[in-house]
């Protein structure tokens, strides 16, 4: 059983840091010509499609456990804080910002978490604390180093991504809803993906087209999006903060190395620089919380 655990804790991990990191370019490249809201509702319904699929497959009796409870409200809570709130922002923020920046917005995730634990009362330590203060001045610069207020504007919504994915993080894990895993999984992307359609509406967007769906980066982003919920939610009950966002650190590497090689995404020398000192705060914050 332990051998098992650990090669999926290992796969869900990787999942995380690799497809986790791709996302972030081609979601940038996908933003160029398609509305973020359509991304953001092409992703939710293709991902909810495809674990609704693995659900019939893996545990199709499980559909016959669902309550309409109070047990339903933590999931919906963090479904709607993933998405469409968390998404919406993302791939908003993702078409005025090259994707390796908005990785490394997500880079503070690490330090979130240390400073939610010191909320709660648990005392970080003084090697957590140095981290948090350079991965807070690093993304001091990465808002002050862009010229123009759109730019600006994009940090600042992949800023608001990260807090309503940390925050939806911390519901999923305080509140166990009984359910099996890829039940629970897949009942917070179609609740994301109702709160989507609801934001569509209302928005005023244009009408999902063909040439959307089968563009190449969405399908990508689709396959990427199921199999990032599966993995994070899958192994976030199993293991230490510091690694289950350990994702962060390495994300931003893979999203610069993709968005470099296929999409001829480019940053400047300031952005670099922070991005460099924002890894290194993060690094600290992990080191520490994996000591601990």
């Known amino acids: 059983m332990s051998n098992r655990l650990n090669r999926s804790t290992i796969f869900g991990l990787a999942v995380m840091w690799f497809v986790g990191g791709g996302i972030y370019p081609f979601l940038s490249h996908a933003a160029e010509s398609i509305d973020p809201i359509n991304i953001v509702?092409?992703?939710a319904w293709g991902a909810a499609l495809i674990l609704l699929t693995a659900v019939l497959v893996m545990a199709p009796k499980s559909l016959r456990q669902i309550?309409?409870?109070?047990?339903?409200i933590p999931i919906v809570i963090s479904s709607l804080l993933y998405s469409p709130l968390c998404s919406m922002t993302l791939a908003w923020s993702s078409s005025r910002v090259p994707g390796a920046i908005t990785a490394l917005i997500y880079s503070t995730l690490p330090a979130m978490s240390i400073i939610f634990l010191a909320i709660k009362g648990?005392?970080?330590s003084p090697l957590a604390i140095s981290g948090v203060v350079v991965a807070s001045i690093a993304v001091i610069f990465l808002i002050g180093a862009p010229q123009g207020e759109v730019q600006i504007a994009g940090i600042i919504g992949a800023l608001v991504s990260t807090f309503a994915w940390f925050a939806a993080t911390e519901i999923w894990i305080k509140y166990e809803t009984g359910y099996p895993l890829i039940l629970?999984?897949?009942?917070?992307?179609?609740i994301g993906?109702?709160?989507a359609t609801v934001v569509h509406r209302v928005s005023n967007t244009p009408s999902v087209t063909v040439s959307d769906i089968t563009n190449p980066s969405i399908i990508f982003l689709v396959a990427a999006l199921a199999s990032q919920y599966w993995a994070y939610l899958g192994i976030s009950r199993q293991v230490s903060p510091a690694l289950l966002t350990s994702f962060a650190f390495v994300n931003p590497l893979v999203a610069g190395i993709v968005g470099y090689f296929?999409?001829?995404q480019r940053l400047g020398g300031v952005?670099?620089?922070a991005g460099?000192?924002?890894l290194i705060g993060v690094y600290l914050v992990v080191r520490s919380e994996s000591r601990n």
């Open 271 to 273: 952005q670099l620089l």
């Open 276 to 278: 460099a000192i924002l």
């Open 122 to 124: 648990q005392r970080p």
């Open 41 to 43: 509702l092409i992703r």
């Open 67 to 72: 309550r309409f409870d109070k047990t339903l």
């Open 184 to 190: 629970a999984i897949f009942l917070q992307v179609f």
């Open 262 to 264: 296929a999409f001829q």
């Open 193 to 195: 993906a109702l709160g």
